[in-house]
């Protein structure tokens, strides 16, 4: 069976960043986890001392917070500076545009809809800096009845399929006088997402590598079984059913924003062993 790995896959440039700046900073916290991939979190506090902690009032004057990639309310960062807790902000420089879209577009007078999924860690950070509040979809039908005023602002959330944006643009923009559609979806999203499309389309079976609640990962699993059926998003070596390989000729691999590239090889060492046996 041929076993290949997708031309784009795997940690961004916003993670790699983030894991940097947590070895950079032992001893300290991180304020909900630095990326979603339990693995590597358990790593960084085993091999570099950066706990974890999800109550931001824990941190006390002096002590060091590693904010999340994903952001965190705005609220809750000037609480931490305003109580001298040392912050280091490792947010994805893709994260922080459209925190940064929605303040300055609230304050504009313009009614911010925000493409993705409310319940997301990152989409709590970016509505949080909508000065005059914003409302959150996930698809042309949340906005349906919804009274929206004539000047909109669309930012999206930065894992998202570009194909679901368009749709939520396209229903906005023949229904108000001005909408400006900010294309926040970051580069390594689109750069993994055709990358896993592609594979896909020829591979009888998909392997799909990252953490069960990574938004990105979610995606390329979509994509991936939207061209081959036979697709299995799994965080780690130990989710493989080595049944998923027998008769298949070949097994296409991709992996998430957050998934380091020792669990990736893991992989594909574990999948290269159970075909040779």
């Not at 390329?220 to 299995?232: A, G, Q, R, T």
């Not at 780690?236 to 020792?262: H, M, Q, R, V, Y």
Request: contains cysteine; proline residues 3%; glycine residues 6%.
């Amino acid at each position: 069976m041929k076993i290949e790995l997708a031309e784009n896959y795997g940690f961004c440039f916003g993670v790699k960043r983030a894991i940097k700046i947590a070895e950079e900073n032992k001893n300290s916290a991180t304020y909900g986890p630095l990326i979603h991939n339990s693995k590597e979190i358990a790593r960084l506090e085993r091999d570099f001392k950066v706990a974890l902690t999800d109550d931001y009032t824990s941190f006390k004057a002096g002590d060091k917070a590693v904010i999340r990639t994903h952001g965190i309310p705005k609220n809750e960062l000037e609480a931490l500076h305003k109580n001298r807790v040392d912050v280091v902000d490792a947010t994805c420089p893709y994260v922080t545009k459209p925190q940064q879209i929605c303040q300055e577009m609230s304050e504009a007078g313009y009614e911010i809809i925000i493409f993705g999924d409310e319940e997301h860690p990152e989409i709590k950070g970016v509505k949080s800096y909508a000065t005059h509040g914003a409302r959150v979809v996930t698809s042309p039908k949340d906005l349906e009845g919804l009274k929206i005023g004539d000047r909109v602002a669309l930012v999206a959330q930065t894992t998202r399929k570009v194909e679901d944006y368009m749709e939520v643009a396209n229903y906005l923009i023949p229904r108000h006088k001005e909408v400006r559609v900010f294309n926040t979806i970051c580069n390594a999203t689109f750069e993994n997402q055709d990358a896993v499309r592609k594979i896909s389309k020829n591979a009888d079976v998909m392997i799909i590598i990252g953490g069960k609640n990574s938004s990105n990962t979610k995606q390329l699993f979509s994509i991936s079984k939207d061209n081959c059926p036979e697709s299995y998003h799994i965080e780690d070596e130990t989710d493989l059913n080595f049944e998923w390989f027998s008769n298949k000729s070949f097994c296409g691999i991709s992996a998430g924003a957050s998934t380091p590239d020792w669990i990736i090889q893991n992989v594909v060492n574990a999948i290269q062993k159970s075909v040779n046996i």
